[in-house]
């Protein structure tokens, strides 16, 4: 089937389909149908986590959209609670088993959570699952570049991605400069900044120059700079309407226009130094 999609390849070899659909606050008895709208509609990537408690329904979907298991990218990612080898090790056969799945494409830590001091031996599971075949590629979220620095270093092993906030009103330069130097993806969590930027007059102005949604733009913007972005939507016209991004493009003026967006204080989402839950 054609399917013209940027493909981003991984530092392992793998490749991810750039544009991902999320599925936070996506309730389980409605995830089934959600993603398999996606999947029609072209996705090939969905984001879930153990803590979303739709991983059921998210494999409910794949498997009801009848493409073969090696077209869908699927992601999924060990909770704070099950941080340490064992508890991690369980977490992720857990996981798998409510998704109906052998393997993950993408298995991430989900919270560094520093102050447990256990992302290191956290790691090391998904060291070993990958070994063992139960996850393609593995990763990290929320991680800043000392805790990517010390997995590196007690491991060996670099993450192929890391999943952070980022969206126009917080860019995360710096954290992209230190991907870039490690060789690790940069792969942003509430693109759209949960919807608070969609109102935005200088967004709302690029999508009339373009005859394009707000969000269209946003995604548009993820994606020539090089992301790996995953929109959540529950609504089919809007899943419909985030990945037809294709079709257009944004030009300097108007990457310039939503670089002046970024704000030091433009964090929505938890501080990673200090969040835990
Ligand atoms: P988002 O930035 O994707 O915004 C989603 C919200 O924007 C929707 O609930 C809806 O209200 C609105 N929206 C979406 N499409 C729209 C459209 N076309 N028109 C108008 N409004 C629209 O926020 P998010 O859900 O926080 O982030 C996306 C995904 O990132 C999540 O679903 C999850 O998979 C992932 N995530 C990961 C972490 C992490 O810690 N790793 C944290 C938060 C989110």
Redesign the pocket.
């Known amino acids: 089937m054609s399917n013209p999609q940027p493909v981003i390849a991984l530092r392992d070899g793998q490749r991810i389909p750039q544009l991902?659909?999320?599925?936070?606050?996506?309730p389980n008895h409605e995830a089934a149908v959600v993603v398999r709208t996606a999947l029609e509609c072209g996705y090939r990537h969905v984001?879930?986590?153990s803590l979303?408690g739709n991983e059921q329904g998210v494999g409910e979907g794949v498997r009801s959209s009848g493409l073969a298991r090696d077209e869908v990218f699927v992601t999924t990612?060990v909770w704070n609670d099950d941080q340490g080898l064992d508890r991690a090790l369980r977490a992720i056969d857990a996981s798998l088993e409510r998704l109906g799945l052998d393997h993950v494409d993408l298995l991430?830590v989900?919270?560094p959570a520093p102050q447990r001091k256990l992302y290191v031996e956290t790691w090391r599971a998904l060291v070993r699952a990958r070994q063992e075949g139960r996850a393609r590629s593995i990763g990290v979220?929320?991680f800043e570049p000392e805790h990517l620095d010390r997995i590196i270093a007690e491991t060996g092993v670099v993450p192929v991605i890391n999943?952070?906030?980022l969206?126009p009103r917080f860019q995360q330069k710096r954290l992209r400069a230190a991907h870039a130097e490690r060789g690790v993806r940069t792969q942003?969590?509430?693109?759209?900044?949960?919807?608070?930027?969609?109102a935005h007059p200088l967004v709302a102005r690029v999508a009339d120059k373009h005859g394009r949604?707000?969000?269209?733009v946003i995604i548009r913007w993820h994606i020539d700079l090089g992301l790996i972005v995953?929109?959540?939507?529950?609504?089919a016209?809007?899943?419909r309407?985030?990945f037809d991004v294709f079709g257009f493009q944004l030009d300097a003026d108007d990457l310039a226009t939503l670089e002046k967006l970024d704000e030091a204080g433009g964090r929505?989402?938890p501080d990673p130094m200090t969040a835990d839950f």
């Open positions: 991902g659909l999320g599925v936070w606050q996506t984001d879930t986590a979303y990612k991430l989900h919270w979220s929320n999943q952070v906030e969206h942003a969590w509430s693109p759209l900044g949960q919807g608070q930027l969609l949604s707000p969000a269209q995953i929109p959540k939507s529950s609504n016209q809007r899943i309407e985030n929505i989402g």
